[in-house]
């Protein structure tokens, strides 16, 4: 039953150095994109989101049950 003894210290900084860089890689990922790439990103969510805009039925006034989602 004797396991190996842990310095609690020691256990929590390199539990936060983890951390740290799971954190960095997130920002090196979300923050790290050249100009290019986030403005062919943009353009991309527009036509995106303009085709989804497009699919969308406009409601009629004979037919009140269709305003309902």
């Avoid at 799971?22 to 527009?46: H, M, V, Y």
């Amino acid at each position: 039953m004797s396991g190996d003894v842990v310095n609690l210290r020691q256990f929590r900084k390199r539990n936060a150095r983890a951390e740290k860089e799971k954190q960095a890689e997130q920002n090196r990922i979300s923050f790290g994109r050249t100009k290019a790439e986030k403005s062919l990103t943009d353009a991309l969510n527009a036509k995106a989101e303009k085709a989804h805009e497009q699919g969308r039925r406009e409601p009629t006034a004979d037919r009140p049950d269709e305003t309902k989602d």
